[in-house]
């Protein structure tokens, strides 16, 4: 269990900013294995509209039990592992406001969702190998940058930009490390260590280090906008 969250488990949540009476549209996400029966409960496609991976669906969402209209929305389908969770994904679209957003939402969690923690949907992209650390950082950074350098440098770490140098510096390492490991386990075998060119390459490791540690203070810089 990670953070409570259980594997199979099907969460839902408001995905967009929820003022009264402002914002034409707003979506209710859920994300699990019992995303698309859920879907398939409370929303009716008039027509012969096919449940295909990302495809968007038009409709009706009323309640399973009443049939009472509840809306009328667009349903956008991703199945796993093409979606942002790497689970299966349903976003109901619905008219802006309160009312609609947080009935379909009950709705939800009713047929068997549960109200997903604040940044759940992130973390299930990063259990489940969809993003790395450095990227689920940037979201929030994203979603929080004060200016336009700030969104691009978010961006950055978003494209993976940001761990790629990191990703680098761990294969000249483990490089060098299996150098050191042949010649101790093969030493009859192998020519004699040139130990002048292994420090060359761990101190490259150790500048390099020392360069991106000093360009972290930029990106901070950005985030706080100070």
């Keep these: 269990m990670l953070y409570g969250w259980k594997q199979g488990d099907t969460i839902a949540a408001i995905a967009t900013a929820v003022v ?12 699990g294995e019992e995303a698309i029966e859920i879907a398939k409960t409370l929303f009716h496609a008039p027509g012969r509209q096919v449940w295909e991976t990302h495809r968007i669906l038009y409709g009706y969402i009323r309640h399973p039990q009443t049939q009472q209209l509840i809306d009328e929305a667009l349903l956008l389908l991703m199945q796993s592992p093409r979606s942002y969770t790497r689970e299966d994904v349903v976003e109901f679209h619905c008219h802006g406001g309160i009312m609609a957003v947080q009935q379909v939402l009950q709705l939800c969690l009713e047929s068997g969702a549960r109200l997903a923690r604040p940044g759940e ?4 992209a990063f259990a489940n190998g ?18 336009p350098d700030a969104a691009q440098f978010a961006l950055a770490g978003l494209q993976g930009k940001l761990a790629e140098p ?11 490390l299996a150098e050191i490991e042949a010649r ?14 292994i420090a060359g390459q761990i101190d490259g490791v150790v500048l390099e280090i020392d360069r991106l540690e000093a360009t972290a203070g930029r990106g901070e810089l950005l985030r706080t906008g100070l």
């Design 130 to 147: 969809r993003l790395d650390l450095t990227q689920a950082e940037s979201i929030a950074d994203l979603v929080g940058a004060k200016s």
């Design 166 to 176: 990191i990703r680098q510096l761990r294969g000249q390492c483990l490089d060098v």
């Design 121 to 124: 949907f992130t973390l299930r």
């Design 184 to 197: 101790v386990d093969f030493e009859e075998d192998l020519p004699t260590l040139d130990e002048l060119e």
């Design 20 to 31: 009264p009476q402002q914002g034409s549209v707003s979506i209710v996400r859920l994300s």
